[in-house]
Every structure is written in C-alpha cells, then in structure tokens.
C-alpha cells in the first residue's frame, strides 16, 4: 500500500472514530429534543447532561483530526468538497457552535426563558449537524462533486443524500440511546434504562427500514458504490454490520446493556468503514482516485509521522478518559439526583 492508501485509512478511521464518539453525544442531543415538556423531559434531561459533560468537547478532537488529514494529506479533496458543498458544510459548523453554546450556557443561566433558548439551539442543533453532515456524505458517494464542481444544491440535495442525511440522524439517535441505557443501569435508575432502551430498539428499527429503502435508490443513484458494497471487503464489512445489528437487537432486547454499547458501536463503525471500502481506489467516485489527490509524497510521510506522534501523545488519555467515563469514575450520580435534577429542567 502506498503512502497515500495508508493516509486515506488514516482519515476513514478517523471519521469512523468521530461517527462513533461523536455520534453519541448527537443522539443524546436528539433524544433531549424529543423528551417532552420541563417536567416529562426533566428526568431523561439531567441524564444527558451528566453523561455528556465529562467528554463531550474532547469527542470534537475526531472532527478535527479529520480536517486536518484532509486538508494536508488531500488537498483536492478538501478543495473540492468545501466548495462544491459549502452550504451543508457551513450549516454543520453553524450547529455546531450553537450546540455547544446551547449545552455550555443552558445550565447556569437563572431565567426559565434563558435555559429554554439554550437548550433548543442546543437540542435542534443536534438534529440538524449530523443531518447535513450525512448529506455531504452521501453527495461525496454518489459522485455528484469533482475537481472543479460549482456549488449547486443537487450536489447535497438529492436521493442519496437525503437518505445518508436520515441514516446518520437516525445512527446517532441509536448511539446516543443505547449508551444512555448502560449510563442509566450504572446510576440506578431502572426507568430511564427502559426508557432509553425502549428508544434504542427504536431507532434500530428505524434505520433498518431506512437501509432496506436505500436498497431502492442507491443501485441507480451511486452505482459505484452499491458495486462496492455487493461484493470483497465492501460486502464482508456490510455483513458484520449485519451481524452486530442482530447482536444489539438481541441484547438489547434482553436488557444487557453493557455489551450493547460495543455492538452497537461496531455497526456504526463497519458501515462507515464499509462506504471508504467501497469506492475504491476513489476518493470521490469516479472522478479522483486517492493518488491523484495525494499530497507531495514527502508531505504524506510527515503527517504519518505526526499521526504516530499523535497517537502515543493524546491516544492514552483519549482512552483513560473513556475508560473513566464509562465506568462512572469521574462523577457519581445518585437516584436523589436524577429526581431533583432542576438545573435543566426548563430545557424543553
């Protein structure tokens, strides 16, 4: 495999990484938004809240290890992308800022009104990134951008796409419900892990119709890479995504949390990986291959280096915060809590 190949896994983990990390604290954000009123919605609320706070900045360190992979390693690419699709683009940066925003500033403001405003941008925001962030995906898929491409809506706006945009919405609801079910065991409070894992299945249910409708548009729409994904590593890679999503159902069904989380990560890890698999050896199908938009070779070996770097440096704290997090070790939540949770209680 030749620099570039490596560098172009490099990124396709990275998205993966971020689709999993990242993708949990969208769900969470969804699943905020769906939650009712102040007072039906006050109980899943305060979960969210203490189980995005200790990592929900550091899961944006995946976004940004992918831009700057893209835009050293392929700068075509960037080039491309970014100005081919600048309005979805722009309007995911400006979800953003307001998501964070909207998450940061909901709990210390006094006002009912003040939490309220905050918590919508940070709730809507949370629907509408993944969303547009899918559908430059999936405008990327169907090869409607290439070298030199104007800025046009079918760029983003089209069957594909469209679908793309649903099915990350809908992952990332399935995410964020799934992990809120083990958080919910871990701190006692049976309800809430019915509750979301009542919307775990959901979800899951929800894109699996999405996928098997997808079966009707992507063969004519991208047909390059539905040929990827119907055969070699692209079709091996969908089936394990199969396998994990009958695995979730399963165990989600039986109540066992703790495994779902990593099963549930796995389907949306082997589709994100299955989709780069696919559109081999493009980048963009079928207009630029992954060696023509490669950087000077010199530049492709410096960042792999600077990603080792990256990897011993930030990579054990990456992991030790995770590990932390997930087993509850950097904040205690009691049942006390979870039934005078007031601080977000007006976020609805």
């Not at 119709?209 to 040929?227: E, I, R, Y």
Request: hydrophobic residues 55%; aromatic residues 10%.
């Amino acid at each position: 495999m030749t620099t570039g190949g490596i560098v172009a896994l490099v990124l396709l983990l990275a998205v993966a990484a971020y689709a999993c990390a990242g993708g949990t604290d969208y769900g969470a954000g969804f699943w905020d938004l769906t939650a009712g009123g102040a007072e039906r919605g006050r109980r899943p609320r305060w979960l969210i809240d203490h189980a995005m706070a200790p990592v929900w900045e550091v899961n944006n360190v995946w976004l940004i290890f992918v831009l700057v992979i893209m835009w050293t390693g392929f700068p075509v690419l960037f080039q491309t992308v970014f100005s081919s699709m600048w309005l979805p683009l722009a309007l995911a940066v400006v979800g953003l800022v307001l998501r964070g925003a909207g998450f940061a500033l909901r709990k210390p403001i006094k006002r009912v009104a003040g939490r309220r405003l905050y918590g919508a941008l940070f709730a809507v925001s949370s629907l509408l990134t993944p969303y547009f962030l899918g559908a430059a995906v999936g405008g990327i898929a169907s090869g409607r951008v290439a070298p030199g491409t104007t800025a046009s809506a079918d760029a983003w706006a089209n069957p594909t796409s469209f679908f793309f945009g649903l099915l990350t919405v809908t992952g990332t609801a399935f995410l964020g419900a799934v992990f809120l079910s083990r958080d919910a065991e871990r701190w006692n409070a049976p309800d809430l892990v019915g509750y979301f894992r009542r919307r775990a299945l959901g979800a899951l249910a929800a894109a699996a119709l999405l996928g098997v409708a997808a079966l009707f548009v992507v063969p004519t729409d991208a047909p390059h890479l539905w040929n990827g994904l119907t055969r070699g590593a692209g079709l091996a890679l969908a089936l394990v995504a199969v396998a994990c999503t009958v695995a979730t159902a399963v165990m989600l069904l039986r109540g066992r949390t703790r495994w779902s989380r990593w099963s549930a990560a796995g389907i949306v890890a082997a589709s994100v990986v299955a989709w780069g698999v696919a559109q081999r050896p493009y980048l963009i199908p079928t207009s630029l291959t992954i060696e023509q938009a490669a950087g000077a070779p010199s530049t492709m070996v410096w960042l792999l280096v600077v990603t080792a770097v990256a990897l011993v440096l930030v990579g054990p704290a990456l992991v030790l915060l995770y590990w932390l997090d997930t087993h509850a070790e950097l904040e205690s939540l009691s049942e006390s809590d979870l039934r005078g949770g007031s601080g977000t209680a007006g976020s609805g």
